[in-house]
């Protein structure tokens, strides 16, 4: 290696790969290091348990005078590996994470090397036009019109947050001026079971928490419109400002759908943005079989969609797409003065929450390219397959209790019985899922729902089977078949 280069003596020969490829044989080892330290740990995912428990591993965190050897790097990185969550187990259905697609695995690998930057089309081209036309693309799966565009964020969180700001900024006036005029009070509706992220973004936008108006849901866990009506005219009698409401495709706990049509008839009529959390059930767009469960989703003016969850990409891997893609550009866009003028494709820092930003549109494109529509529909309805076998063993079994019935992937259901206490209900499907962590390595997760502990199993992993079905079941039945475990 020759030139200024060579000039930094203390950095390692390996620390980058040098343009002219002198030193490709050194970044070749560290990558094939890497490679097959990463494909022995994907592949022996079975042999770990799904959810690691114990002391937390020291590592040196001081910046070191002098840098550490690659091996000795690798050797530190395969203590770390070992250590975190393995969602690959198919004993992991604790929660809405799922184990990568090899092909967006070596998609971000490539984002990485290439490091291009999704603030502008000037610093990232290609991704620019692709992200544009894909997520163009994926709104006209959901049904949204031809005018819709969209951008993609790191996480529904953000999606929600960019959804609600560009209709704070409509319906309220604020793009430039803020809440300084405002004389009414801004309120959003949402079900009492919507992700907190709504929440957030009411707090983030200067709303406050309380400006989200929480709406009962009925028995099977969706928001209950004729509350949602009420609340709404009352809001209005009251003199407050109702600007949004949100439908969720998949609530967290439940994975239920709430009525998105009749939501988005009463947010017509009352003229109020209309956003549905699709974070989460969106992928059931890819599936014929199971589409209608959105019914309605075509009407909302924004939807978050996330498909770091159900379609497998790597993280991160989430959008807001918008109704009509001129309110991104009318009630959201900021120029970016220092950036050459991004043409027909808008830059995508000027309509983003998010400036700078990872080439995550590579890895979700490779990933439908590899699948294609009818191995997304597969995942899908596999998943729900597996989810209705799972139902009949819950609903052979009167010492359980369904929270509410299942219409995706994902079952709520906990041990119940008269003869004790709510407290000691929770206690002991406590120790129930500490129990099949640790005799049966199945992790399923414990969320608080209704004011009660509740058993959370989200059948996401491909390779979770009748095995893991079996063996679930029967720990349940071994757990419940000793008093001692539950008093």
């Not at 070749?28 to 022996?44: D, I, P």
């Not at 604020?174 to 801004?186: H, N």
């Not at 936008?205 to 099977?220: E, F, M, R």
Request: net charge negative.
């Amino acid at each position: 290696m020759g030139g200024f280069f060579m000039t930094l003596k203390n950095l390692p020969k390996n620390a980058f790969l040098h343009p002219d490829g002198s030193n490709r044989e050194e970044i070749e080892r560290l990558f094939e290091g890497v490679s097959e330290l990463l494909l022995n740990f994907g592949s022996q995912a079975t042999e770990r348990s799904p959810f690691r428990e114990g002391p937390s591993m020291r590592f040196q965190i001081e910046t070191p005078k002098q840098g550490r050897s690659s091996e000795e790097l690798l050797s530190e990185l395969q203590k770390m590996l070992h250590a975190s969550a393995n969602m690959a187990n198919p004993g992991y259905v604790a929660h809405m994470d799922s184990l990568p697609s090899a092909i967006s695995v070596a998609a971000d690998f490539s984002a990485g090397l290439l490091n291009n930057n999704m603030l502008s089309r000037e610093l990232s081209p290609v991704f620019t036009e692709l992200e544009d036309r894909l997520l163009a693309h994926i709104g006209s799966l959901l049904g949204l019109p031809s005018q819709s565009k969209g951008v993609m964020l790191s996480g529904g969180s953000l999606a929600n947050l960019q959804a609600l700001a560009v209709a704070r900024n409509k319906y309220l006036g604020t793009f430039k001026y803020g809440l300084y005029e405002t004389r009414r009070r801004p309120v959003i509706f949402a079900s009492e079971l919507a992700h907190t992220s709504i929440q957030k973004a009411a707090m983030l936008l200067g709303l406050g928490t309380n400006s989200v108006i929480s709406i009962p849901v009925d028995k099977q866990g969706k928001l209950d419109c004729g509350q949602l009506q009420l609340a709404v005219e009352r809001a209005e009698v009251q003199g407050d400002h109702p600007f949004a409401v949100v439908g969720m495709v998949g609530t967290t706990s439940t994975g239920n759908i709430d009525p998105l049509r009749a939501i988005g008839n009463i947010a017509r009529d009352h003229h109020i943005w209309f956003h549905v959390d699709a974070a989460y059930g969106g992928a059931l767009t890819f599936s014929e079989q199971h589409r209608e469960k959105m019914d309605g989703i075509e009407m909302a003016d924004s939807v978050t969609f996330n498909p770091q969850k159900w379609l497998y990409v790597t993280k991160s891997s989430a959008m807001v797409l918008f109704r009509d893609g001129n309110m991104l550009e009318k009630f959201f866009r900021i120029s970016l003065p220092y950036m050459q003028d991004g043409g027909e494709a808008v830059n995508r820092g000027e309509i983003s929450v998010q400036g700078t930003r990872h080439v995550d549109v590579l890895k979700l494109w490779l990933t439908l390219q590899h699948f294609g529509s009818e191995g997304c529909a597969e995942l899908v309805n596999h998943s729900l397959e597996l989810t209705q076998e799972y139902l009949k063993e819950i609903q052979s079994r009167p010492q359980l209790e369904l929270a509410t019935e299942p219409e995706i992937n994902i079952l709520l259901f906990r041990f119940a019985s008269d003869e004790f206490s709510e407290v000691q209900l929770d206690e002991a499907n406590r120790r129930l899922q500490e129990f099949l962590l640790q005799e049966k390595q199945i992790y399923l997760s414990l969320p608080l729902y209704r004011d009660r502990r509740w058993l959370r199993a989200v059948l996401l992993n491909p390779f979770t089977s009748e095995k893991e079905r079996k063996t679930l079941f029967e720990g349940i039945d071994e757990f419940l078949k000793q008093p001692s475990n539950i008093l």
